[in-house]
């Protein structure tokens, strides 16, 4: 069962930020390749996020599998939506899905 707290938080992460990339590492410091290439997808689109080190915490990093029903890491939310990981968020990059999703939400990037 997931902590109540962990899901709060989570909870006030996505509600309270309209991009959230819970990630490995750092968005300056990116721990993992996946989590590096969607930082690098959401710095070219130009839109400003939240990033959360999920290595810091492993209660975090159990609580999102759970809570998410989404095994793996990083995780994209935007306007509190799981959008997924690494290989969907690419793949929506590349055939431009991405950019129409943040333009239809309402979230500004400088693309």
Known sequence: MVDQNVVERIKQDIEGNDVVLYMKGTPVFPQCGFSAA???????????????????????????????????????????????????????????????LLADKGVATAA
């Open 38 to 100: 969607v930082v690098q997808v959401l710095s070219h689109v130009g839109v400003k996020f939240k990033g959360v080190n999920i290595l810091e915490d492993p209660g975090l990093r159990q609580g999102l599998k759970e809570y998410s029903n989404w095994p793996t890491f990083p995780q994209l939310y935007v306007k509190g939506e799981l959008v997924g990981g690494c290989d969907i968020v690419r793949e929506m990059y590349e055939s431009g899905e991405l950019q129409t």
